[in-house]
């Protein structure tokens, strides 16, 4: 059956390369994906990064178009920015739309890659070690490949927590598409893959320079959440970038994409997005959940942006979800429940039947 799929797949790429390949003088991608319904995913979910959102809609169009170069991945982003700003969700949202799964990505955890001897993590065991015949590794090479109609999606998360080894033995999948496995008999094919890598790098010191209780930092921390000028970020960022990483690795990276702190202006869309998680988990139970606007106030007023949405996140755990469990717990026949502000307390009541 392998050998099957691989003379169908060929006979695919044979036919989508011929010249013949169109309808009505339209030439048909082989992806079935449309940018326009997977950035309306990104749009609805990711809160505050036009710039961003911009750049991976013209990155989704260039690789529908399929006029990429074939011997590298379809795109090589790097996601840059504090967290909590949605860069991770970013990655698992296009899967969601591409592949009706959040899970289909192949991600690797770089903060465990980050001894020199975990390569091998990656790579599989040199000749002569144990698993070197097997050549085990880290990567799932179904879900790099994906398949013709469909982009793999990869995932280096928190890039510069992995050791310099680590960093370049991916210097040739940035470059040629292919990771040649330490046994010598076979290579990972990355060359029809969305390749993401995310790093935290130059988040602590725009935190530094940004939050430092002084009156000039005040007015330039105004400016950026007000969105006017991200210029001491971008230098800081670029500084911090060229510090961690060799100028050869960053020159084969196609986009980089820098996240920005979150500022008051996006909370209630935020909370708005983390409400509707909650809500989704609340049906399998059969229930729903309102909020007045004294609640809302409430579990906005004490955000730090230090920590993005992840704060909002966990607000909601520890102020809203202990009343609402106890509430849906004694009157386990209810499917409605308000929540409303007693002192500094969320209130968690069955709704009035009307």
Known sequence: MPFINDRLAEQERQIASSPDYRVKDIRVSRFVFEPDAVMAKLRSRIVGQKTVLDA??????????????????????????????????????????????????????????????????????????????????????????GSFSKPGIVLFDELEKGSDEVIRALMNVLERGRLHLASGNRHIDFRNSLLFLTSNVGAKQIQEATYTD????????????????????????????????????????????????????????????????????????????????????FILQRYDPRFGARDLARRLRKTLEPSLAKAMLAAPSATEFSVSLTGDTLTVQPAPSV
Not at 94 to 121: F, P, W
Not at 125 to 136: F, I, L
Request: hydrophobic share 35%; net charge positive.
């Open 214 to 297: 002084r009156p000039w930092k005040r007015a330039l921390r105004a400016l950026t959440s007000a969105g006017r000028t991200h210029r001491p970020q971008d230098k800081a960022l670029d500084k911090a970038l060229h510090q961690r990483f060799d100028p050869e690795f960053i020159n084969r990276i196609d986009r980089i994409l820098t996240y920005r702190r979150l500022g008051e202006a996006e909370l209630p869309a935020l909370l708005d997005i983390e409400l509707e998680k909650l809500r989704h988990r609340l049906q399998k139970r059969g229930v729903d959940l309102e909020l007045d606007d004294a609640s809302r106030r």
């Open 56 to 145: 991976l809609d013209d990155m989704l169009h260039i690789v529908k178009a399929d006029i990429v170069d074939s011997d590298r991945p379809l795109a090589v982003s790097l996601l840059l920015g504090p967290t909590g700003t949605g860069k991770t969700e970013t990655v698992r949202l296009l899967a969601e739309a591409i592949h009706g799964s959040k899970d289909a990505v192949c991600r690797i955890d770089m903060n465990t890659l980050s001894q020199s001897h975990y390569a091998a993590s990656l790579t599989g065991a040199p000749p002569g070690y144990v698993g070197s015949k097997e050549s085990q590794t880290l990567l799932d090479e179904s879900l790099i490949k």
